[in-house]
Every structure is written in C-alpha cells, then in structure tokens.
C-alpha cells in the first residue's frame, strides 16, 4: 500500500507505460484510487451515521425507560408514608444507580459519536485531494501522449 505523497508518484510512473485508455493505463488506476477512496468514505460515513442513531436511541430510550418504570415509582414513594420505609430506600438507590449510569453512559457516547464526525470529515476531504490528485495525473499522462503523438 502506498502512502499519500507517493500516490501521485505511482500514477506518473504507471501513466508513462501504456497510453491512456488502455487496460492497466492511468484512466485505469484513477478510477481504482476512486472507488477505493470512496468505499472508505462510506465505512466512516456509515460509521458516524450508526453512533448518532446509537446517541440518539440512547436518549429516547433512557427518557422512556424513566418515564415508564421510574417516575411513577418516584411519585408513589413520595406519596406513600413511612410506612415502608425499607422498600422505599431501596427503590432509592436503584434510582440514584440508573440516573448515574445513564448520565456517565450519555456524554461518552456523544463525544465518542462527535470524535468519528470529525474524523470522517477529514478522511472526506483527504479522499477529495487524492481524487483530484489522480485526476490531475491522468491529465498530465494524457498531455504526455499529445506530446509525444505532435
């Protein structure tokens, strides 16, 4: 595999040999570097599209589940007398653990979420300059030929 700066070196180097258009020319490895890029594009695009579904599942479920199981469980403990006291310490600190777990769980997810955003912002645009830089290679190979042909 090649690095970035090499990239246009190779297509240079490939572009000398057969003339555009044929198997193996520099039309060929340009269109190669392209889809290569753009399947790559698409695994981080589909990976930052999966954390924010996942951040936002995490919220609604966390409001549903709290909305549903523990708020009515809250209000009739705040309404019941000391009667049972023992239950209602209980419930307590099962409440106290599930808001400490959903709001530790929360910010995790969302930097995680924001760290692949920007990550496939950048890895979008390095595919975008080394699309260009293959294109500009099929170019100069093309005038080459021209050249060589006038």
């Not at 490939?14 to 020319?25: D, E, F, K, Y």
């Not at 290569?36 to 549903?64: K, P, S």
């Not at 209000?75 to 959903?102: F, I, K, Q």
């Amino acid at each position: 595999m090649t690095s970035d700066r090499d990239v246009g070196e190779e297509l240079l180097k490939q572009a000398a040999a057969p003339p555009a258009g044929t198997p193996g020319g520099p039309k060929e490895t340009v269109e190669k570097t392209i889809r290569r890029e753009r399947r790559r594009v698409g695994i981080w695009a589909g990976a930052t599209i999966l954390l924010w579904l996942l951040t936002a599942a995490w919220c609604i479920a966390n409001i549903w589940f709290y909305l549903v199981f523990f708020h009515p469980r809250l209000a009739h403990l705040l309404t019941e007398t000391a009667v049972n006291r023992e239950a209602s310490s209980h419930w307590m600190r099962v409440l106290a653990d599930y808001l400490l777990y959903a709001n530790v769980v929360w910010p995790v997810l969302l930097t995680v979420a924001a760290i692949v955003t920007v990550l496939f912002i950048l890895r979008s645009r390095r595919a975008t300059l080394r699309q260009i830089q293959a294109s500009l290679a099929e170019i100069s190979a093309q005038i080459r030929v021209l050249s060589r042909e006038g």
